[in-house]
C-alpha cells in the first residue's frame, strides 16, 4: 500500500517552509574556561600554580574541583581517592572524606602539593578579571544531605573570600542541592552539570535559578544552547580541545567551551577564516507508513552524526500525509518541547495533500514527534531524506 503512494524525490510537488526560528548560527563571542586551573602549560591540573599561573596569564574563567575532608575543609583535587603514579604520599587509595585537610596537603599530584581552596582564592582573588568555577564534587555513596551540605560548605567558602558575585558554584547534584547553596548564599551563581540534556532538565535549571546549563560537549546542537539562552542560561560544554570542534560550538551558540588548552583555541577562533557554515546534505531514505489515530503521536530520530561524521543540527523528514475525507492536523516539533511551542510546525492535510520536505531539529535523545491533532485518522508516510550540518575550515 505504502510503496504505491511513494515515487521518490521526484514525486515533491512542495517543500515546506520552515515556520520555527533558524538553529543558533552566528559566530559570536565565545567564553574560554582554562579545565582544571590549566591555562599555562607545565603546571599540575588543579594546583595552586595552576590557578595562580592562569590568573595572572589573564584567564577569566578558570575551572577546578574541590572535596570536602574529615574535617570540614574544601581541599582541591578531581579525584578521590588520589592514587599512584599520579600522586604520591602517605595517604594513597584513601578517600578524601577520611583525610584531614592536613593529612592531604602533604600529598602531592603531578608533581605539586594538593592546595587547599581558600589558598586558591587568596591568590586568584587580587586579579579582579578572574572568575573560578568551583566544582564541588561529592564520594560515592554520599547521601543527600551530604552533598547538599559540601554544596553549601563551598558556597560559605566563596562568600568568605568575597567572591561570591565572581564565582561558579557547579554540581552534578544540582537538581538536590541548588535550594541549599542558594538559600546559604543567595548572590550565588550554579552551573547545573550534567551528562545528558532534555527539555525537562533545562526548564527544572531554569526554574531552580540555575544560571550556567554544563553539558558534555557531544551533544551540543544549534538546538539546545538555543532552548538553553531562551530559558536565560549560559550554555556551557566540556572538555574541548580541538579547534574545529570549538569552531562549530561557537556556531551552535555556545556560551562557555571548557578547555585544557584555553589559549590553542582563542587564537584558532580570532583567525577570520574560522567561521563555519550551515551545510544541508542529502541520503538515501527508506519511506516508512503507518495510519495515525486522532490524537495519536508518531516518533521519529534524527542522527547524531551525518553519513560524513559531522554533528548533525537538524534533520530532513518528506512528510506525505492524507486523510480519507475532510482535513486534519499535524504537530511536528523536536521531542520533549511543549505543545505550541516556537519550535512546532503545523502541517494541515486532506485526501490531496502532496508531500512536503520539513527541517526539524533532534530534540530529547534526538526525537522528532508527529503528533495528529484532529479528530479523524490520518495516512502517514515519513523518511528521512538529509539533514543539516556544519563545515568548518
Not at 574560554?32 to 590557578?51: C, T
Amino acid at each position: 500500500m505504502w510503496s504505491g503512494r511513494v515515487r521518490g524525490l521526484a514525486a515533491l510537488v512542495a517543500v515546506f517552509a520552515l515556520s520555527v526560528p533558524a538553529i543558533a548560527t552566528a559566530d559570536g563571542p565565545v567564553v574560554i574556561s582554562a579545565h582544571r586551573g590549566l591555562g599555562v602549560p607545565g603546571v599540575a591540573e588543579n594546583s595552586l600554580d595552576a590557578f595562580t599561573s592562569a590568573a595572572q596569564a589573564g584567564e577569566t574563567d578558570i575551572e577546578g574541583d574541590a572535596f570536602v575532608t574529615k574535617d570540614s575543609v574544601l581541599v582541591m583535587s578531581h579525584d578521590s581517592p588520589l592514587r599512584a603514579p599520579r600522586c604520591s604520599g602517605a595517604y594513597l587509595d584513601r578517600s578524601l572524606r577520611t583525610l584531614t585537610a592536613a593529612q592531604v596537603t602533604t600529598m602531592t599530584c603531578g608533581g605539586a602539593p594538593v592546595p587547599r581552596l581558600d589558598a586558591v582564592l587568596a591568590a586568584v582573588r587580587p586579579y579582579l578579571t578572574a572568575h573560578p568555577r568551583i566544582e564541588i564534587k561529592h564520594e560515592t555513596g554520599d547521601t543527600s544531605a551530604q552533598r547538599s551540605a559540601d554544596a553549601v560548605l563551598l558556597a560559605r567558602q566563596l562568600s568568605s573570600a568575597g567572591m561570591t558575585s565572581r564565582s561558579l558554584l557547579q554540581d552534578f547534584d544540582w537538581a538536590n542541592t541548588t535550594r541549599s547553596v542558594r538559600a546559604a548564599s543567595p548572590g550565588q551563581r550554579v552551573s547545573a552539570l550534567t551528562n545528558s540534556i532534555t527539555v525537562a532538565q533545562v526548564a527544572s535549571a531554569h526554574a531552580l535559578g540555575v544560571t550556567d546549563f554544563s553539558y558534555v560537549s557531544g551533544l551540543s546542537t544549534g538546538f539546545w544552547n538555543a532552548q538553553v539562552a531562551a530559558s536565560g542560561l549560559t550554555s556551557t560544554v566540556w572538555t574541548v580541545d580541538t579547534p574545529p570542534q570549538a569552531r562549530v560550538l561557537r556556531a551552535e551558540g555556545v556560551g562557555t567551551i571548557i578547555s585544557d588548552v584555553p589559549e590553542t583555541l582563542r587564537t584558532a577562533l580570532a583567525d577570520p577564516a574560522s567561521q563555519c557554515t550551515l551545510e544541508r546534505y542529502s541520503t538515501p531514505f527508506t519511506t516508512r507508513g503507518t495510519t495515525l489515530a486522532a490524537g495519536a503521536t508518531s516518533y521519529r530520530t534524527v542522527p547524531a552524526r551525518s553519513p560524513d561524521g559531522r554533528v548533525v543540527e537538524t534533520g530532513r523528514w518528506r512528510v506525505r500525509a492524507w486523510t480519507t475525507s475532510g482535513t486534519a492536523t499535524l504537530q511536528i516539533a523536536p521531542r520533549g518541547t511543549p505543545t505550541g511551542s516556537q519550535w512546532e510546525q503545523r502541517l494541515t492535510v486532506s485526501p490531496t495533500s502532496a508531500p512536503v520536505v520539513l527541517e526539524v531539529a533532534g530534540g530529547d535523545a534526538g526525537g522528532v514527534r508527529i503528533t495528529n491533532a484532529s479528530t479523524r485518522a490520518v495516512g502517514l508516510e515519513v523518511a528521512l531524506v538529509g539533514g543539516a550540518a556544519y563545515g568548518c575550515p
